[in-house]
């Protein structure tokens, strides 16, 4: 266990979300040689206290003793046979390269941003806005509630869950408020025994309460892609890759990144028989059901054998109200993030790390961009998102 007396526990280096490393996987066999970058984004415009550049360095800096444990191989072995062995012994051997993360405060702000070998790279995003989010709530001395309240909490939240009758799997990470308030909350979870209770995106802890890791690729794929091949090419070269290394598994497809319409027009009948679903992560939540209920009729598929991950800021009034919208017309699961492992009395935090650039194949840095189904989640540079726009007929 790595710990600084007086800031954060980190535990394992598969103390991340599985998307991570499925994607790292992808990009070991196909991408070994892209080069990325990846910028901080303070969305809630928090103010970060003296000191919190030097707390997050030294955190930052334990990392580099991170490694897949025998135990750890094991368990990747047993539960994941769709990574292949190439990979998980390269990852029995990678190490966390401090040199790799950037972190500047001036004032109360915070500036992080991450440079290398995308095969590299990747693997920090999750891990920096958990320590982010731990440290600023122990630097500002925002403790939260008790062990004893966390549990009654998050067993009110599975009661309800259990009786709409749902399935929802833990997705929460990246902006919990501390390790210790996600184990509790994970053995809360682990222990109702209640089959309704899907997984962990993360690793570790799905490792810890034997329990499936849960997750397949991020935005960060289709921004590569688009950088790549061009915004017209980057869903349908996204998915045709993952299937390239995935031959069928892991086959929940990711919406948004370019718009739900746009990705809709490039996700054809091959794809829509061949992946299990779609995840739901920006927009009106009703109005994508009806759209993807409309893509499988239309191509002939009943969309009762297919289902939506539902995870953009679930809580237990989302849930409710959007499975009674949507029960019986199709299948639908839930991932929820921050109301389960930081509804701890306390003002969540609203951080992201996004992919900003890529070094392509012509050895030229291009802007990344992400166009949600809501404007106000859109990122990267404001010419090429215009670009983006443009060329994919987006209002």
Not at 85 to 92: G, H, K, M, N, V
Not at 237 to 246: A, G, R, Y
Not at 304 to 324: C, Q, R, W
Request: aromatic share 12%; with cysteine.
């Amino acid at each position: 266990m790595l710990m600084d007396t007086q800031f954060t526990v980190f535990n394992s280096i598969l103390d991340n979300d599985f998307y991570k490393f499925t994607m790292q996987c992808a990009v070991v066999k196909l991408f070994p040689r892209v080069q990325s970058r990846y910028q901080f984004i303070n969305r809630g415009e928090h103010k970060f206290p003296k000191g919190f550049d030097k707390a997050l360095r030294s955190a930052v800096n334990q990392m580099t003793q991170l490694q897949l444990t025998k135990d750890e191989k094991q368990f990747l072995i047993e539960n994941c046979p769709y990574l292949n062995p190439a990979y998980i012994d390269f990852l029995e051997g990678y190490r966390y390269d401090p040199s790799e993360v950037s972190i500047q405060q001036d004032g109360e702000d915070l500036k992080v941003s991450v440079q290398g070998y995308w095969y590299r790279t990747i693997l920090w995003e999750v891990p920096l806005l958990s320590l982010i989010s731990e440290l600023f709530y122990k630097l500002t001395e925002q403790e939260g509630w008790s062990n004893e309240k966390i549990v009654a909490n998050t067993l009110e939240k599975i009661k309800l869950y259990d009786e709409l009758q749902v399935k929802f799997a833990e997705f929460g990470t990246r902006r919990r408020h501390s390790y210790r308030t996600h184990r509790v909350v994970m053995n809360t979870l682990s222990t109702y025994k209640a089959d309704i209770f899907t997984g962990s995106s993360n690793v570790h802890m799905a490792m810890i309460h034997q329990v499936k890791p849960i997750g397949t690729h991020a935005h960060e794929w289709f921004m590569y892609h688009a950088a790549e091949y061009g915004f017209k090419m980057a869903n349908s070269m996204s998915l045709e890759h993952w299937v390239d290394v995935f031959r069928g598994d892991l086959g929940v497809a990711l919406s948004d990144t370019y718009t739900t319409d746009v990705f809709f027009r490039h996700f054809d009948t091959k794809f829509a028989k061949l992946f299990d679903g779609v995840r739901h992560d920006s927009g009106d939540p009703y109005k994508f059901t009806e759209k993807t209920i409309e893509h499988y009729n239309k191509h002939g598929i009943n969309p009762l054998y297919k289902y939506i991950i539902f995870s953009d800021g679930l809580n237990p009034e989302k849930v409710e109200a959007i499975t009674k919208a949507c029960k019986g017309k199709i299948g639908l699961s839930f991932g929820i993030g921050t109301n389960l492992t930081n509804d701890v009395g306390l003002k969540p935090m609203n951080i992201v790390i996004k992919l900003t650039e890529v070094l392509t194949s012509n050895k030229s840095w291009v802007p990344t961009v992400k166009i949600s189904d809501e404007p106000n989640k859109h990122t990267g540079d404001p010419e090429m998102i215009d670009l983006a726009q443009k060329l994919l007929r987006i209002d």
